[in-house]
């Protein structure tokens, strides 16, 4: 699951080795942004010593590079690849190339680091309209690409506008991506809501986002989890629900029936997947069969 | 008369659970100084590790190095000494 994704600060120890302590369900360990020019190769070398060395409980660890139109992203993928992260977020893609250039760039290190090959996903971060516009060939630029995200401040800075609470300006662009993501079989995760003192304007969005169909959004702070989580969780009446249907497809199916009545409502292949997708966000299964 | 060209670099911050590592040359012998809340209890292992960083990094000239501690782990500690003494040699971080 990827229902938050907490950014920390490549340059900040404290923040590095207690971030898993929120649990989150992933860590995006940050080389960019957050770290200013001139500390750029001591973040990398603290980063890459925190990852051979580091405790990360259950979370997914994976570490925003610097964008392909500077020179430390190649210097980035060498020193954290080889400790075994399980994705780079790659910021500013804007086409398919980028990404190919990536791919090849981590194929080279996997390599020469004994690292199984494709093992290290790819997470694109959209953050220009073009990004946006391309986000499908992007998304099936690499099979190692898990998952697409729109970037909420330099996207509204692209698109000529400014973050609102409403996120009016990022609106259709969530729409697109679910969109693409979904054509290309990846996650669709959400950009960070900036305004770390606004529960309910964070609820709202995330509720937007999770009716779209987005799988989790990114976290700036710590505060800000447990309200994504509620969020995304199943409520114990959907979990309910959700297991009657599976049970009722399996009882079908085991009499060799293709479709079953549960409280006069016709239960048929997308129901029992949606059913089966909310025991997996419960985690009650790993068992998804989306194709059925 | 002679004169020397002396160095000076530094990495870290003085943070929590963060150490400020300065690197300074040339000496005569590699010095190391530790201050900080912990220096007194911890100093011996921050200079076992100050010490296995630079000799990691073939360090064979003489440095002062001091680190100025506020609670860091041992991987803090040596990233910042590596980072630190880099710095201070100005070839590519390894």
């Not at chain 1, 997470?123 to 309209?129: H, I």
């Not at chain 2, 360090?59 to 002062?64: E, I, L, P, T, Y």
Request: negative net charge; glycine residues 10%; charged residues 25%.
């Amino acid at each position: 699951m990827r229902r938050t994704m907490l950014y920390l600060p490549g340059n900040n120890p404290n923040m590095l080795l207690r971030g898993h302590l929120f649990e989150p369900d992933g860590l995006v360990i940050d080389l960019e942004d957050s770290v200013s020019a001139g500390e750029k190769d001591s973040a990398r070398i603290l980063v890459r010593d925190v990852l051979r060395g580091g405790e990360f409980g259950n979370c997914e660890v994976t570490v925003r590079i610097n964008a392909a139109d500077t020179d430390h992203w190649r210097n980035d993928v060498g020193a954290v690849v080889p400790c075994g992260v399980a994705g780079l977020r790659v910021p500013k893609v804007e086409n398919p190339q980028m990404v190919r250039d990536i791919d090849e760039e981590i194929s080279a290190v996997e390599a020469r680091s004994a690292i199984e090959p494709g093992s290290v996903k790819i997470f694109c971060l959209l953050e220009t309209a073009m990004g946006v516009w391309n986000a499908f060939d992007i998304a099936k630029a690499s099979p190692r690409v898990t998952a697409i995200l729109p970037g909420g401040e330099d996207l509204a800075a692209d698109l000529r506008t400014s973050r609102s609470r409403e996120g009016t300006e990022l609106e259709w662009i969530r729409r697109m991506i679910i969109v693409a993501a979904r054509a290309a079989g990846v996650d669709a995760l959400d950009t960070v809501y900036p305004h770390v003192n606004d529960d309910e304007g964070l609820e709202r969005e995330v509720g937007f986002i999770k009716q779209l169909g987005y799988d989790g959004k990114s976290v700036i702070h710590p505060n800000q989890i447990p309200v994504i989580h509620a969020v995304f969780n199943p409520t114990e009446k959907e979990i309910q629900t959700a297991r009657r249907i599976v049970d009722a497809a399996a009882e079908a199916a085991s009499r060799g029936l293709g479709a079953v009545s549960l409280d006069g409502r016709m239960i048929d292949a997308p129901v029992i997947r949606r059913a089966r997708y909310t025991l997996m966000r419960a985690g009650l299964s790993t068992d998804l069969e989306m194709k059925g | 008369m002679e004169s020397m060209d002396f160095k000076t670099s530094q990495a870290g911050t003085l943070e929590s659970m963060d150490c400020l590592v300065t690197v300074t040359g040339p000496s005569d012998v590699r010095i190391i100084e530790v201050s900080g809340g912990s220096a007194s209890r911890f100093r011996t292992a921050i200079e076992l590790k100050v010490n296995e960083v630079l000799d990691g990094m073939g360090c064979d000239a003489g440095v002062r190095v001091t680190v100025q501690d506020n609670g860091a782990f041992g991987v803090v500690l040596g990233a910042r000494v590596e980072a630190a003494f880099a710095r201070y040699r100005g070839g590519a971080l390894s």
